[in-house]
């Protein structure tokens, strides 16, 4: 038995990176350290596993070779008048890389999948800018913490330990040194946690959020609710706000998906940003899948843009609702879909799935999921972080290595290398 | 001057972006090389020909470009555009209009998102509905619509008159949420009524609504009620709320709101007397 | 790169080797310089007319990292109007203040430039570096590792353990593949996780029994213990306050007695941003003189300017409590990073007018501070790329530098109060083109301690770049139009022996490598010190002490620099 040590979990966006995984002639035995959900991933790796390349031939998928699989969808790129990229949470970013460089090569739109959950934070940043900091940073200092519209519990179940109210650090050590505040739509059980626990009505956040940024501009608020929330209860929070020797902000899509989108966040942030006059105030979108910070980073250095990246005159060219790949599909625009690291058969809302039966679509996945079934041509991947290394983005930006511990099923290659394969052709 | 009639040569199905066709181009080269002036469908470089059919159409008194039919998949047509005429019989795509400085746009039908995005001047008139960041910015600029006028007589959607520092938007029907969200300045004037967020984070100008508004940010102040306010040359007459904001942005931008739509808001009349 | 190449009868600037503008023949071979090439293989450029320079080293621009890619991010604007097409062979991009990584490394080729350094990157975050510098074409590039405010060295100098500090920066750059010390703002920015700052060099940093002078005198020790090849890098303390100038000369002076007469022992960096003089943003004046007084008397300090282009920038900066002033100053969007351990950084877009006094008073600074440091080895041309302005602006700070007509034609137009407050009417220096080639590739590349780069002799690199103007028919000063107009698009760049860019325009894209160093300590202290970093790396980071380093392998053209002498 091989015990691999310090390997980093490619499920949430926690990254957590202490994970020990215990293999047995080529099989995951044990994962010690993760939560129940990193832990699922590791040993589920065997499930429902695409095995073979996938090509549509009269309306029903057969197997076939990965030459031939290859060599049909670079004839499909080829032929595109408009192919979009599209996925990237779940895809190391030596791989978005590459598929950067195929929407270069083609013509084509990249987008990642921001676009459905922090891509409000994305254009909030930009009207704003953002006050932030690595996570530990919050767990050395913060002895206040507000979890916006995220259930960490729930979704990113190491998140309060190792860097939130639970974590330890140099100034401020536990729990006992930390007020925690959670505002929500409903009593989750991160909120159970909680010292504070302010329950929202759906959509008000922007007002909430309006109302306590003019309470810590020491403004006089001429109403006495707010969506329901007393203003004497805003003040309360506006109050332990100031008062932190050091806050931080984690928000969620409860924030960046309720009416409102970007403007939330730049509600947010202008609130954060205000209170860093008065005292110390940072804040972290709490990204989903493990490496969407990491498609956000590679996108913005190789394009200038973060996400929604067309090149289809040529160069780089961005205006999210314009250039999104979510936009581009629900108004049918694309005639080739290009999915790695997604699912979005699963995710969109269905009227933009309908529109797929319209459009080419090839699938990168490891395993058979709803967009692999109405692929024309799918190819079976090994799972990266676990089956092949690479480099992933933790939400707060940190880079960290992702780590192989076994070998994929025989011959399936990592993404990179059948997308080598793919832009090798393309040239 | 010549009338142009310009229609689709198929049904388009990728974008196409047209940021050329404006009334200048077919002042200044002849209707042939017009039609060979390259235009991007998706990532393919066509002719302009070989998308659109152009015809000539009679005279008038200024170069008039009339796209008759489905431009919903055209981008950015009449783009910096500062003289003549164009309208639509039909849908109009992205960003129409886009940095117009001069002339006008009359659409007939229905208009995309970013109409007369960051416009300067001219017209753009709308029978139809227009979609989103009407008069808009683009992301992380600091100033959209800086001057001219657009009237929409249908609905508009969200963030209606983003970033903008000049002119007048009109619009006669309902929009969505955010209407003069971040404005420096300028009029966004609505007949119908809005959704949340009327000017957030607003430094200035003015912001009319004359139906329902949900709510009243807590960052605006109330100042009056006022009996009546002038758009150009009209004069409006009625109760008006009237709020200044945003004041976390130290801004000085009013938003006025007709109390007769508005009950849920009379409570705002109590502070009269604190005044 | 085997290629073998014959530049003839250019007019060769080798300050390095004294020549100064004479007609010569450069030959290349492998990749470097040759005494001469022979055969039917050899390509022949014909440089006659024409100016034969090292490719330029760039000691200070931000071209890579997370603070360099938020400003990416945060400025869609500053890239919808600058864009480069995709060709053959090349990527797309977009460019402004501040260009993807693609652009950079073309942009960079186009003015004859081949060695880049980007000056400061958090530890924690070098992988995001290392990264961008891999996708960085053409040009060779190294990193600056921000150490000044690293909680293991400021615990190693607080218990005056030199050697294990010393050992820990050897292992650090080692690990990391980083290739100098850099302290921004020394003790600032751990205030700055409190949201505070410090006042001078003698303040006490919270949470720590040490000040910035201890920090800096220190790793100024280390930086002579590990034998470095470059000086500790330093961004001084109150950077961008008015009357800052006296902070800088303390700077410089806080390690005067560390100078044993070989080479230069603190390298200040953006110093325009230090050299102001005044009480208030009102009162505000140059203190170049007084800062160019004590550089001219003190050969232990180097540094470079950090010149102020009149267009938009984008400042960015570890300087975290810094970027937050000019963020209340302006009211502009702003990005704070802070780094757990190690630093901060901000990011706020700015715009330097003319006809604003400030922005005037910052303009004059830098020119005054390099027309008054006599000695061109010991002041360098910079904009702080993208902080005062893009690097692809060098050509006009070169113009103001040759020309006082340029300088003139400049001062017409910026704010006259500045101007009369200030002495930069009353120089007449300008300098020469040998002069121009020490201070922005000989002069850098010595700095550096890059032995093969900044020179043409036998063996150095093959970098260069040919310049289409001809320094003998023309008066530098009356037409500097041409020169500036020559240095943006270079006739032909050379970058280890491929011809990369033609008339300015790329030609061909190569994969520049990373410098980084490798200092030498004794076995013994190395483990002693690995093994309480490791014991104590938990308590302090929350990634894996294992997941910290940066493997060679992640290094597509890796060149380290094995270093002698040590602890
Ligand atoms: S919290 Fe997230 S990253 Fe950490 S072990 Fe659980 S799923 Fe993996
Ligand atoms: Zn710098």
Not at chain 1, 142 to 162: F, K, M, Q
């Amino acid at each position: 038995m091989e015990v691999f040590k310090n390997v980093l979990c490619p499920f949430c966006g926690c990254c957590c990176d202490d994970l020990e995984v215990e293999v047995d002639s080529n099989k995951i035995i044990n994962v010690k350290n993760a939560c129940a959900l990193g832990r699922g991933k590791f040993l589920s790796i065997g499930e429902h596993r695409l095995l073979k390349p996938l090509v549509k031939v009269d309306g029903e998928l057969v197997e076939t070779d990965l030459e031939k699989a290859v060599e049909k969808t670079v004839e499909m790129i080829k032929n595109s008048s408009y192919p979009v990229f599209y996925g990237f949470g779940c895809a190391s970013c030596e791989a978005i890389k590459l598929c950067l460089e195929m929407a270069d090569l083609s013509g084509g739109l990249a987008d990642n999948i921001s676009v459905v959950c922090h891509g409000p934070t994305i254009l909030g940043l930009q009207d704003m800018g953002i006050p932030s900091a690595t996570l530990g940073q919050i767990r050395h200092r913060a002895d206040l913490i507000v979890y916006w519209g995220c259930n960490p519990v729930e979704a990113h179940p190491r998140h309060t330990i190792r860097y939130g109210p639970l974590s330890s650090g140099r100034f401020v050590t536990g729990r006992k040194s930390r007020r925690m505040v959670v505002i929500d739509v409903r009593k989750t059980p991160t909120a159970t946690m909680a010292d504070v626990f302010m329950q929202v009505k759906p959509n008000s956040d922007f007002e909430i959020l309006t109302a306590l940024r003019a309470l810590v501009n020491d403004l006089d608020l001429e109403v006495e609710e707010v969506d329901g929330v007393p203003v004497a209860k805003l003040e309360e929070l506006a109050d332990m706000m100031i008062n932190a020797k050091f806050g931080a902000l984690f928000f969620g899509l409860g924030l960046t998906m309720s009416y409102g989108k970007e403007h939330n966040i730049e509600a947010a942030i202008a609130l954060v940003r205000d209170l860093n006059k008065k005292t110390k105030f940072v804040m972290i979108p709490m990204r989903g899948h493990f490496n969407v910070t990491g498609a956000n980073e590679v996108f913005t250095w190789q394009t200038g843009y973060p996400f929604c990246v067309d090149f289809s005159m040529g160069y780089p060219r961005y205006n999210p609702g314009e250039t999104s790949a979510v936009d581009v599909i629900a108004r049918g625009e694309c005639d080739l879909l290009f999915i790695i690291g997604a699912d979005p058969c699963s995710h969109l809302p269905h009227y933009i799935v309908e529109r797929l039966k319209n459009v080419k679509l090839v699938v990168l996945d490891p395993s058979i999921t709803p967009t692999v079934k109405m692929a024309d041509v799918a190819i079976p991947v090994a799972y990266v972080g676990i089956e092949a290394s690479g480099t992933a983005y933790r939400m707060d930006g940190v880079p960290l290595q992702l780590r192989k511990v076994v070998d994929p099923p025989p011959g399936i290659l990592s993404d990179v290398d059948v997308l080598n394969r793919i832009v090798r052709r393309l040239k | 001057m010549k009338i142009y009639q310009i229609t689709p040569a198929y049904d388009f199905k990728l974008p196409i972006v047209a940021d050329i066709a404006k009334p200048e181009l077919f002042e200044e080269k002849q209707l042939s090389e017009v039609l060979n002036v390259e235009v991007y469908e998706g990532n393919r470089r066509k002719r302009f020909g070989e998308l659109f059919k152009v015809k000539e159409a009679g005279e008038a008194e200024e170069t008039t470009l009339e796209f008759i039919g489905d431009f919903s998949k055209v981008r950015r047509i009449g783009r910096r555009m500062s003289r003549g005429i164009i309208r639509v019989k039909g849908t109009a795509g992205i960003a129409f209009g886009e940095a117009m400085k001069g002339g006008r746009i009359i659409i007939e039908g229905l208009a995309g998102p970013w109409l007369g995005a960051k416009m300067r001047g001219g017209s753009i008139e709308v029978y139809g509905d227009a979609e989103g960041f009407l008069g808009g910015a683009y992301r992380g600029e600091n100033i959209g619509m800086r001057g001219g006028s657009i009237v929409v007589h249908g609905k508009a959607g969200w963030n209606v008159g983003y970033k903008m520092k000049n002119g007048l938007i009109v619009v006669e029907s309902d929009i969505g949420g955010f209407p003069g969200v971040h404005m420096s300045g300028g009029t966004v004037y609505v007949k119908g009524g809005c959704g949340r967020g009327a000017g957030a984070f607003m430094k200035n100008g003015r912001i009319i609504i004359l139906g329902y508004i949900p709510s009243i940010l807590a960052s605006f102040s109330f100042e009056e009620i006022r009996a009546s306010i002038r758009v150009e040359a009209e004069r409006l007459k009625g109760r008006f709320y009237t709020f200044v904001g945003d004041l976390s942005e130290k801004g000085s931008g009013r938003l006025f709101v007709n109390a007769d739509s508005n009950r849920h808001l009379s409570f705002y009349e109590q502070l009269i007397e604190e005044l | 790169m085997s290629g073998k190449l014959l530049i003839k009868n250019g007019f060769v600037f080798d300050p390095v080797n004294g020549v100064d503008g004479e007609i010569m023949d450069v030959a290349v071979e492998n990749g470097r310089i040759v005494e001469d090439v022979r055969g039917t293989d050899v390509r022949v450029i014909d440089a006659t007319g024409m100016v034969v320079m090292p490719g330029g080293v760039d000691v200070h621009s931000h071209i890579a990292g997370s603070k360099v890619n938020s400003g990416r991010a945060l400025r869609p604007e500053d890239h919808y109007r600058d864009y480069e097409i995709r060709r053959p062979g090349l990527r797309s991009g977009v460019g402004y203040t501040v260009p993807s990584t693609f652009v950079t490394g073309y942009r960079y080729a186009r003015m004859g430039y081949t060695t880049v350094i980007e000056p400061a990157t958090p530890m924690l975050k070098q992988r995001h570096t290392i990264e961008e510098l891999n996708d960085i074409p053409i040009i060779d590039k190294a990193s600056f590792p921000l150490m000044g405010d690293c909680w293991f060295v400021m615990e190693y100098l607080e218990k005056n353990m030199l050697k294990e500090c010393a050992a820990y920066a050897a292992w650090l750059l080692k690990a990391l593949k980083g290739y100098a010390l850099k302290i921004v703002n020394p003790g600032g920015l751990e205030s700055w996780g409190w949201g505070r700052n410090v006042r001078g060099l003698d303040d006490n940093i919270p949470g720590f029994n040490l000040t910035p002078r201890e920090i800096l005198r220190g790793l100024c020790k280390v930086n002579q213990m590990l034998n470095i090849p470059h000086p500790i890098h330093v961004h001084a303390n109150r950077l961008g306050q008015p009357g800052n100038y006296q902070t800088l000369i303390e700077t410089m002076d806080c390690v005067r007695d560390l100078y044993n007469g070989t080479k230069p022992v603190i390298y200040l960096t953006h110093c325009q941003f230090n050299s102001y003089l005044g009480e208030s943003w009102i009162e505000l004046s140059s203190g170049a003189p007084e800062v160019a007084d004590y550089v001219n008397k003190h050969p232990h300090v180097v540094i470079d300017i950090g010149q102020v282009i009149f267009s938009s920038a984008t400042t960015m900066t570890a300087d975290g409590p810094f970027q937050f002033q000019l963020h209340l100053l302006t009211d502009y969007k702003w990005v704070n990073a802070d780094v757990e351990c190690e630093t901060s950084a901000g990011v706020v877009p700015f715009k330097y007018k003319k006809r604003s006094y400030v922005h005037a008073i910052q303009w004059i600074t830098g020119l005054e501070l390099a027309l008054l440091i006599k000695d061109p080895w010991r002041v360098f041309l910079t904009t702080d790329h993208p902080n005062a302005g893009p690097f692809t602006e060098y050509p006009r700070v070169v113009g103001w530098l040759i020309s006082r007509k340029a300088r003139e034609a400049t001062m017409k137009k910026v704010n006259a109060r500045a101007l009369k407050r200030t002495m930069l009417d009353s120089i007449d220096r300008e300098y020469n083109l040998y002069e121009i080639a020490i201070v922005t590739r000989a002069g850098t590349a010595g700095i550096l301690g890059l032995k093969s780069k900044g020179h043409l002799g036998v063996g150095a690199d093959a970098d260069m770049a040919i310049y289409d103007f001809n320094p003998r028919n023309i008066d530098l000063s009356r037409d500097y139009k041409l020169v500036r107009r020559a240095l943006r698009r270079a006739a032909y760049t050379i970058k280890t022996g491929d011809i990369v860019c033609v008339n300015g325009e790329i030609v061909k894209s190569t994969e520049g490598a990373i410098l980084w160093v490798n200092p030498s300590v004794s076995q013994d202290l190395e483990n002693a010190v690995v093994s309480d970093i490791r014991r104590r790396f938990r308590d302090n980071y929350t990634v894996e002490f294992e997941n910290y380093l940066i493997d060679e392998s992640l290094l597509i053209n890796s060149r380290p620099l094995k270093i002698k002498g040590g602890v």
